[in-house]
T-cell receptor
Framework: SQQGEEDPQALSIQEGENATMNCSYK?????LQWYRQNSGRGLVHLIL?????REKHSGRLRVTLDTSKKSSSLLITASRAADTASYFC??????????FGTGTRLTVIP | DTAVSQTPKYLVTQMGNDKSIKCEQNLGHDTMYWYKQDSKKFLKIMFSYNNKELIINETVPNRFSPKSPDKAHLNLHINSLELGDSAVYFCASSLGGHDTQYFGPGTRLTVL
């Protein structure tokens, strides 16, 4: 299977704390993407990191990619209650398709 | 303006029926997709399509068929619906096959 696996499956933190989610995958990739899904809603693209990049920032988000370990991490700094959602990593392998991981359910407690 | 829209938002139907879900994107993208999200929130690619090529996930039953009347639309037709088809179906689009995908709001299909 090409799907990624997120770790942890669920994460609960206090507002203001940092949240770190990890993603591992199995095959070579062109890029890896992180998405957020609020309950009952569609997915929102957060950030894309290419296979030749090691780190990328976007606002309070920081993504790292280690292709030798086939892993990525998403760090959300200074979390807010509005960050409560499920976060998915997705790998793009060159076949025009994204393969999604199983997701991390983040709960930020006000 | 909604970038990627799907209709209907909810669809409840009986086993054995045939139904369609419509998807439209106004982003000028070349590639469109259909995904299925099951009750465990696992998202699985079903199809990707541009004006040249349809790529089908081999695990998708042939009761499912995408139809693209034009570049901005990719509709999903499902024949002989089964209980296991109950899920949320998401349409998405991207400029090219390797670019960021923009998702629609989803269609929750319930088969009784």
């Amino acid at each position: 299977s090409q799907q990624g696996e997120e770790d942890p499956q669920a994460l609960s933190i206090q507002e203001g704390e940092n949240a770190t989610m990890n993603c591992s995958y199995k095959t070579s990739i062109n890029n890896l993407q992180w998405y957020r899904q609020n309950s009952g809603r569609g997915l929102v693209h957060l950030i894309l990191i290419r296979s030749n990049e090691r780190e990328k920032h976007s606002g309070r988000l920081r993504v790292t990619l280690d292709t030798s370990k086939k892993s990525s991490s998403l760090l959300i700094t200074a979390s807010r209650a509005a960050d409560t959602a499920s976060y998915f990593c997705a790998t793009e392998t060159g076949a025009n398709n994204l393969f999604f991981g199983t997701g991390t359910r983040l709960t930020v407690i006000p | 303006d909604t970038a990627v829209s799907q209709t209907p938002k909810y669809l409840v139907t009986q086993m054995g029926n045939d139904k369609s879900i419509k998807c439209e994107q106004n982003l000028g993208h070349d590639t469109m997709y259909w995904y299925k999200q099951d009750s465990k929130k696992f998202l699985k690619i079903m199809f990707s399509y541009n004006n040249k090529e349809l790529i089908i996930n081999e695990t998708v039953p042939n009761r499912f068929s995408p139809k693209s009347p034009d570049k901005a639309h990719l509709n999903l037709h499902i024949n002989s619906l089964e209980l296991g088809d109950s899920a949320v179906y998401f349409c998405a689009s991207s400029l090219g096959g390797h670019d960021t995908q923009y998702f629609g709001p989803g269609t929750r299909l319930t088969v009784l």
